[in-house]
């Protein structure tokens, strides 16, 4: 089944490679969606895939370099709907 992750990074989490990091991260799944700067200092991720390869590709971000960065993190679960053809940053 296709899922859908969305997750919240709090912490020194904007001007460190957070999300060049989490599109080179994803190349090693079949993960479609985004990852962005948020206004309040966040980042906001949300990725569709299989829910193994979601967990997966979750676990590789918060044991990576970021998780030096991350004071906490905040996941959503639901469906996936399909809207997104690539893994990207976005703005």
Known sequence: MIGRLQ???QGRVQGVGFR???VYISQNFE???YVKNCP????ELVAE?????LEK?????????????????HPT????DGTFNSFRITY
């Open 7 to 9: 997750v919240i990074f």
């Open 20 to 22: 060049q990091t989490c």
């Open 31 to 33: 993960i479609t969606g």
């Open 40 to 43: 309040d200092g966040s980042v």
């Open 49 to 53: 895939a299989k829910r193994v390869d």
């Open 57 to 73: 590709f979750l676990k590789k971000i918060l044991n990576s370099h970021l998780s030096k960065s991350i004071v906490s993190f």
């Open 77 to 80: 679960w639901s469906i996936a």
